[in-house]
């Protein structure tokens, strides 16, 4: 599914990706974990296609599909979705309007059509429901005033929405309180799926009691230093990053 | 005297942005002396009143592509009346528009302009509040493609206690393109606990592409609520990563944020169809010249 090797990227010329291979096969979850500024999410965005993150070399393909030569709108069409760490505010554009246009785009661009408008309005209010945001959060400006749980509420309902093949989770559980982070993880796990991919990226553990992964891998300083099965994360949790970081 | 020795040079502060001499040439016109340049200009001035506790809508269209259209307006608004005022301005020739209105207690004036700017286009407000309790919400938005200059300014002017200002103006310039916004609240000495906000957000689509704001707020009162903003720069970028992300193409999610930035200008309450209009008239508008 999602093949990464020997990935390297750059930001303002300083290498922050130093040669990441990485392969999630389809039906499962992988967890990286990391510290800060481990380049966690330089890996997320450059995948994702955002200006200024150059990869320098390696290759990143999804279904066999090389993804790094295209535009983000390409990826994301092609099935890659990515739940940012901050979501981003736009004021003046309701949420509605935001994922009409995305889930459009979307099919349009794979050659689908457009979904019929009450067909859409039903989807997202369905998926909405589940997420526990109201009709009335739908038709507000997206992410504007909302706090740090309600925005990973509504990244996940895009999620949701735009049902992609492979999700990329950056930071998910970063300012979410309990009950909020069980509600997201809930709906992460509904999209668990013999078909679909995903990698959850995190620094704590506590994100992976809810959304169990099957591998974990640590980076540090820009290249994975340990993989093994869940029982990684605990480790992690109890011993702290260190001795990676010695070992880097 | 020739006309063009009557108009005011761009050393005067209330022009320096728009050159009125430049967009009119030598033409002949009678002028009469003692009053505003615009008014000179044009035909007559329309006076009207709007009596106590009642409502008004006036919409005007300043569509002409090849002609001056020259406007000045007078509005009494009395005791808790309310006068709603939406200018659209969307033709290529010079176009001159300038309003007095004056608000008795209670009364209130909500303006909306939408102007695409022409040879020059210039849409002037002066709003004196001489009754307490007088409030104005005075929005705009600009759109400025290549070979337009669209200018947007008001004087607000608190002569008495407990007036309420609310100004939102955003606009957008393409290369080539000219935006002016020059705003002045005016807070008199005994206009005690008046509220005013004033807020312009400029967009420069393109190099090439030029905003002039001058916002001013001066306070003579020492008992009052005024805030100011004013900003001018390139379109977010982490915006449009992020809708590019969720699949939408880069120049669909240029005209949408674009879209965005704009309609929040345009006030909620207008009638349904008017706002239509508007919103229209700005998707229009990055549709023909993105």
Redesign the interface.
């Known amino acids: 599914m999602l093949d990464i090797a020997n990935l390297q990227v750059a930001v303002a010329d300083k290498e922050i990706i130093k040669g990441v291979t990485l392969s999630v096969p389809a039906g499962e979850v992988h967890a990286i974990m990391g510290p800060n500024g481990s380049g966690k999410s330089t890996l997320a965005y450059a995948l994702a296609g955002r200006d200024g993150y150059a990869v320098t070399g390696g290759t990143a393909t999804l279904d066999g599909a090389d993804i790094l030569a295209l535009t983000p709108e390409e990826r994301a069409a092609k099935g890659l979705f990515l739940s940012f760490q901050y979501p981003v505010e736009i004021p003046g554009l309701s949420t509605l309007a935001f994922l009409k246009a995305s889930l459009n785009a979307q099919r349009v661009a794979r050659g689908e059509g457009e979904m019929p408008a009450m067909e859409l309005l039903k989807l997202m209010r369905a998926k909405a429901e589940a997420l526990k945001i109201s009709d009335e959060m739908l038709k507000r400006p997206l992410n504007v005033g909302f706090s740090g749980g309600e925005k990973k509420r509504f990244e996940a309902l895009q999620m949701a929405v735009l049902a992609p093949r492979f999700a990329i989770l950056d930071e998910t559980d970063s300012g979410l309180d309990i009950d909020a982070l069980k509600l997201v993880a809930e709906n992460v796990n509904a999209l668990r799926g013999p078909d679909r991919g995903m990698l959850v990226i995190t620094h704590y553990q506590r994100l992976l009691d809810y959304i169990k992964p099957d591998r974990v891998h640590v980076l540090a300083q820009g290249r994975i230093v340990a993989s093994g099965g869940p029982e990684l994360a605990l480790e992690l949790e109890r011993e702290g990053y260190d001795k990676y970081l010695r070992a880097a | 005297m020739s006309f063009a020795a009557e108009l005011p040079t761009r050393r005067v502060e209330a022009w320096k942005y728009s050159d009125l001499r430049a967009a009119l040439g030598d033409a002949p016109h009678v002028l009469r002396e003692g009053r505003d340049i615009i008014e000179r200009l044009a035909p007559g001035t329309q006076s009207m009143d709007i009596p106590a506790g009642e409502a008004r809508l006036f919409v005007e269209r300043m569509d002409d592509d090849a002609y001056l259209d020259a406007r000045a307006f007078e509005w009494r608004v009395a005791e808790g009346a309310t006068l709603t005022r939406v200018v659209v301005q969307t033709g290529a020739a010079t176009a001159l528009s300038t309003a007095r209105v004056t608000l008795a207690s209670g009364a209130k004036l909500r303006q909306f302009v939408l102007a695409e700017g022409g040879k020059l286009a210039r849409i002037e407000t002066h709003v004196a509040l001489e009754g307490e309790g007088a409030e104005v919400e005075l929005n705009g938005i600009y759109m400025a493609a290549r070979g337009r200059h669209a200018d947007l300014t008001s004087v607000i002017t608190h002569a008495v206690p407990n007036g309420v200002t609310r100004q939102l103006i955003k606009g957008v310039a393409r290369k080539g393109g000219r935006g002016v916004f020059q705003g002045k609240i005016l807070v008199e000495r005994g206009a005690q606990k008046t509220n005013a906000r004033q807020y312009h957000h400029g967009l420069l689509l393109e190099d090439g592409a030029e905003i002039y704001a001058k916002p001013e707020l001066l306070i003579h009162a020492d008992d009052v609520q005024c805030a100011h903003g004013n900003t001018a720069g390139g379109l ?4 449009l ?10 120049s ?2 240029r005209s ?2 674009i ?6 200008a345009i006030p909620q309450d207008l009638p349904e169809a008017l706002r239509e209009e508007l919103l229209g008239r700005v998707r229009a508008w990055l549709e023909s010249s993105s």
């Open positions: 977010d970028e982490s915006a990563f992020y809708l590019r992300s969720r699949g939408v193409p880069e669909q999610a949408l944020l879209e965005a930035f704009l309609a929040e």
